[in-house]
């Protein structure tokens, strides 16, 4: 008992201050909505909550007569009969009625999130399926639906008035216009919410085996010594443009065509508030082994030197036991032992041997066939 005077006290002097320094514009022939609101949030939330639909149906209060009532027989509310004025108490119940008869409004999708894992380059995949259910106690009536980037495609009769409790249904296509991962969404606007429920979609774009094989070209940069190699033609061009930085053209390419599709890695490219430079390493990393791949992703932390997955960026074929199977030719790696050296790990992956041994001759590790490319 003690406990709830003591809180309506401090209900009351924090009331008095924000009554004293406010001044309200109350409409003479009406009920005044905002100066409701301010009056409930002063006076209500602290028993009540913030939203005076959460304490349904005690919050009956949009009529002046049930607040009035509530005030001489509700013990802890007797208090408020001298402080609310009559306009206090027409506003509250004003603005009581105006959000109860919004009700409380609640879409809920399922699954909450969409992942379509690879989908060759240009071919739809199969639809998949996402629910859009009202829990809550009101109809909803959802404007918009749309589906980012535009691989995504979203359709389904979900727009219009949904009912409590109702299920409407979506389906979504993946068609990836490049290789490459994608992350997109849904968002379904309704006018009950200012912000549009959204929902996650993953995916990634791979290379058809009949387009042409890509070609995997293989740069070195002497001011980092570092190599890199891509299969993107866009991406050769820019690096030969100059445009990256000092990255010259090795003479070592290999074809790319495999069923593994190869994750390609770039350190973490935040900028480290410490030194003002990227957190790192400032290189790329390549694998065909699927854990490696997925450990790697996880272990990324936006604010410490690791691993950020760019792409999948050309696909090869795994050994066969610890070699090659006929038609395809080995892949060898080296590694810079930047660990060790202090430096950023870089590794070299090409199918020349000697170029391998040339840089094992300078203290590079031989890491042997990482994988296989076509002949
Ligand atoms: C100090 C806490 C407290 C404050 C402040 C308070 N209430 Fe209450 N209210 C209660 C309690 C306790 C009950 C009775 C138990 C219940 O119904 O939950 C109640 C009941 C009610 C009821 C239902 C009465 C009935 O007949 O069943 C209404 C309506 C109500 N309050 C409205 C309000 C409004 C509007 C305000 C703000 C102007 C307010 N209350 C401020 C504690 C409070």
Known sequence: MSSLRRRIRIL??????VLCTSVFSVSAQGTDVDHGKLVYNTWCAGC?????RQSQPHLAANKPEVLQNAMDLVAQMNFLKTVLTGTDIGDVAAYIGSVATIGVPVLNPTPGSVDFSYQTVGVPSTAQTLLLTNLGSVALNITAITATPADFTVSGNCVGHRNPSSTCALSIVLNPSAAGSLAGQVAVTFSESPTPVTVPLLGAGVLSESTPLPI???????????YFITADAGEQAFVDSGAVGRWLRTGNAFRSGGTTKVCRFYGNGATNPATGRIYGPNSHFYTAGQSECDGLKSAYIVSAPSWKFESLDFSTAQLTGAACAPGTVPVYRAYNNGATRGIDSNHRITTNRTSIEQVVARGWIDEGIAMCAPQ
């Open 12 to 17: 009351a002097t924090s009331a008095a201050a």
């Open 48 to 52: 009540h909550g913030a939203d005076p």
């Open 216 to 226: 995997v070209v293989e740069y070195y940069n002497p001011d980092l010594d570092n």
